[in-house]
């Protein structure tokens, strides 16, 4: 059970959209639509931002949203705020029922 | 308002059993989601370590399988997590989370708690 891969640093300066990937393979996010991300700020527990692909849970806003194309998923923040400086992390359903994780990426606000 | 919060040692000597407990309330474990734990340790990303299902259906991260149980007690709307033959590399953040039924999306998670494998 190998981590996604995702780019460990992404930045942009306000107003910005950024995009961070995550990418297994077909026994994880190829395999399923069952990616979440979570976003994590410093000393604090992951909160969940976007589950099955695409949703978003009620609260989150609507500048973040998820998409898929094959063994990789892809997180978006549109209109970049300095509230958005956090670590994210993807996590994906797989074969055999487990759960796996991404490396996490750690976004900047210029 | 559901709220887990994790309870036990903050420190365990190596080879010895880090227990910990999740305290679930606002909310019934026997109620149709799995109930999971997940561990972070310094400055690294997360691990998932397993999920329980109230009945006592449990899955295990394959790497972590040999030395980890995970129960619920339903009376006490708790779930606990041991993990034997602990090393240094066991000390991490540790939380617990309630986990979708289908999805195994993590949709409320508890503060963490640290646990350091230190003599």
């Known amino acids: 059970q190998s981590a996604l891969t995702q780019p460990a640093s992404v930045s942009g300066s306000p107003g910005q959209s950024i995009n961070i990937s995550c990418t297994g393979t077909?026994?994880?996010?190829?395999?399923?639509?069952?990616v979440s991300w979570y976003q994590q700020h410093p000393g604090k527990a992951p909160k969940i931002i976007i589950y099955d692909v695409t949703y978003r849970p009620s609260g989150v806003s609507n500048r973040f949203s998820g998409s898929k194309s094959a063994n990789t998923a892809s997180l978006t923040i549109s209109g970049l705020q300095a509230e958005d400086e956090a670590d994210y992390y993807c996590?994906?359903?797989?074969?055999?029922?487990?759960?796996?994780f991404g490396t996490g990426t750690k976004v900047t606000v210029l | 308002q559901v709220q887990l919060q994790e309870s036990g040692p903050g420190l365990v000597k190596p080879s010895e059993t880090l227990s910990l407990t999740c305290t679930v309330s606002g909310y019934s474990i026997s109620s149709g989601y799995y109930w999971g734990w997940i561990r972070q340790p310094p400055g690294k990303g997360l691990e998932w370590i397993g999920n329980i299902y109230y009945s006592g259906t449990t899955y295990y991260n394959p790497s972590l399988k040999s030395r980890v149980t995970i129960s619920a007690d339903t009376s006490k709307n708790q779930f606990s997590l041991k993990l034997i033959s602990v090393t240094a590399a066991d000390t991490a953040v540790y939380y617990c989370a309630r986990v979708g039924f289908v999805e195994w999306s993590l949709d409320y998670w508890g503060q963490g708690t640290l646990v350091t494998a230190s003599s």
């Open positions: 996590s994906s359903y797989a074969y055999t029922s487990t759960l796996v």
């Open positions: 077909n026994s994880d996010v190829g395999g399923y639509n069952y």
